[in-house]
């Protein structure tokens, strides 16, 4: 590992720990050449999977964006990045359990949104905004109507309407 500061490959690990389920681990390290301290991650390498976009075009699965694209949707929100980072696992971890090289894109916003709604509403509205290319106000609030129909507030949750 080269250390970010000097670009020496002389480094000692300080201390390791299990992250993302123990899918990955997460290393402190200290260069041996001019005591600069940096973090680096490992993480398992997972079978090649191909998400098939809508236009047919095939592109290799990007766990990064993924994660973007959830962090993205719950912006501004009180949502930890631990609950967004197992929200990340569970759906790569269901992606490589329920399907084989394969996945069509509109399967994985699917996931996302069956996780995000439990979590947080107004997250769940904006992936799904993104995710069904919403085109119209209308597309929003149909969308807000089916929510209210299909949950029970639990008391953490702000009201979409008043």
Known sequence: MRCPKCKSIEDRVIDSRPVNHCSGIRRRRICLNCEYRFTTYEQIERADLLVI?????????DRHKLSVG????????PVSLEVLDQVVEHVVQDLETNYGREVHSREIGAKV????????MV??????????HFQ?????IDEIKMLEQSTKPDGMQTELFT
């Open 136 to 140: 119209d106000i209308g597309e929003f």
């Open 70 to 77: 959830i962090v993205k949707a719950c912006e501004k929100r």
């Open 113 to 120: 949104m069956q996780k995000l709604q439990p979590i947080d």
């Open 53 to 61: 976009k809508r236009d047919g075009r095939h592109e290799a699965f």
């Open 123 to 132: 997250a769940y509205v904006r992936y799904a905004s993104v995710y069904r």
